[in-house]
C-alpha cells in the first residue's frame, strides 16, 4: 500500500531539524545537479544493502530515491545544495531531501514521475516550507532569506517485504 501526501504548508519532517542520530542517520549534501543522481542512488543501494534488504527493495529504494532527487532538482533554486538525510531503522529505510526553491507551490502529486516514485515506496510525502516559515538558526547555511524563496521537501520510506 502507498501513502502519498502534497501539502502547501510545512510539515514536520521527523525531526529534520534534529541533531543526527550517530547509528541510524546519514546526510549528505550536494549540489542540485542532476549529475549528482548517480551518487545519491548508490548511497541508498548501499545502505539498502547494509539493513538487510532484498534485491528488489534495494533496486525499487534506488529509483524511488532517483525521482525524488529529480524532482528536488527540477524545483531548486539555481546553484543551490540539495541536503539528503537517510535514515535506517529496523525495518524500514527512510530518505528526506529537500532544496531551496523559489516555487510557490508543492512539486505535482499527479505527475508521471511522482507516480513512478509512489508505486517504488511504501510512503511518499512532498511538500513547500513557505520562505516566511524558514528561520536563519534553523535552515541550512545556503538558504536564502529574501521573503520569496522557501524549501521543497521530499520523503518517503521502503520497507523490508516481508514472508507471508
Known amino acids: 500500500m502507498t501513502e502519498t501526501e502534497s501539502t502547501g504548508r510545512a510539515h514536520s519532517a521527523g525531526g529534520e531539524q ?29 545502505l539498502a544493502a547494509r539493513a538487510d534488504f532484498d534485491l528488489d527493495a534495494i533496486s525499487d ?11 528536488l532538482i527540477t524545483s531548486a533554486e539555481n546553484g543551490s545544495t540539495m541536503r539528503c538525510r537517510f535514515t535506517i531503522e529496523s525495518d524500514e529505510l527512510r530518505f528526506h531531501g529537500t532544496v531551496p526553491s523559489p516555487d510557490q507551490d508543492p512539486p505535482s502529486t499527479a505527475s508521471f514521475g511522482w507516480k513512478v516514485l509512489t508505486t517504488l515506496a511504501d510512503s511518499a510525502t512532498t511538500w513547500l516550507e513557505p520562505a516566511g516559515e524558514i528561520s536563519p538558526d534553523g535552515a541550512a547555511p545556503d538558504a536564502v532569506f529574501d521573503g520569496t524563496h522557501g524549501r521543497v521537501h521530499v520523503e518517503l520510506t521502503k520497507r523490508k517485504p516481508t514472508l507471508t
Not at 20 to 27: G, K, R, S
Not at 61 to 71: F, I, P
Open 61 to 71: 529504494l534506488r529509483l524511488a530515491v532517483d525521482e525524488a532527487c529529480s524532482t
Open 18 to 46: 534534529d541533531a543526527l542520530a550517530a547509528e541510524n542517520d546519514i546526510e549528505l549534501r550536494l549540489g542540485a545537479n542532476l549529475t549528482h543522481l548517480p551518487i545519491v542512488r548508490s548511497i541508498a543501494a548501499n
